[in-house]
Nanobody, 122 residues
């Protein structure tokens, strides 16, 4: 069982940066792939970025590639999402999620956090 709690959301102007963090508790964290999803108002939840259990492989949605960076610290049981060059289309609730071993772009994850709001003003 893994519990996930996101933090770091907020209001930022277009072109700015934010860093989201997801703190995990429970057992087996280092065996889980971790991902960030987001859901904008009126839209479906979508994959943003993911990192393999070992940290040696990452995946990004095309819309955030070269702007966002995902990283993890297994010792601290934490995964971060550094978001740069934000634009209003990045406005959404961002969720942290975990599933065994490998990243998936679908929402087939076993554990989810409650989400943190990111709002980008123009």
């Amino acid at each position: 069982q893994v519990q996930l709690v996101e933090s770091g959301g907020g209001l930022v102007q277009a072109g700015g940066s934010l860093k989201l963090s997801c703190a995990a508790s429970g057992r087996g964290f280092s065996n889980y792939a971790l991902a960030w999803f987001r859901q904008a108002t009126g839209k479906e939840r979508e994959f943003v970025a993911g990192i393999r259990w070992s940290g040696d492989s990452t995946d990004y949605a095309d819309s955030v590639k070269d702007r966002f960076s995902i990283s993890r610290d297994n010792a601290k049981k934490r995964v971060d999402l550094q978001m740069n060059a934000l634009n209003p289309e990045d406005t959404a609730v961002y969720f942290c999620a975990a599933r065994p071993w490998r990243v998936a772009r679908t929402d087939k994850y076993d554990y989810w956090g409650q989400g943190t709001q990111v709002t980008v003003s123009s």
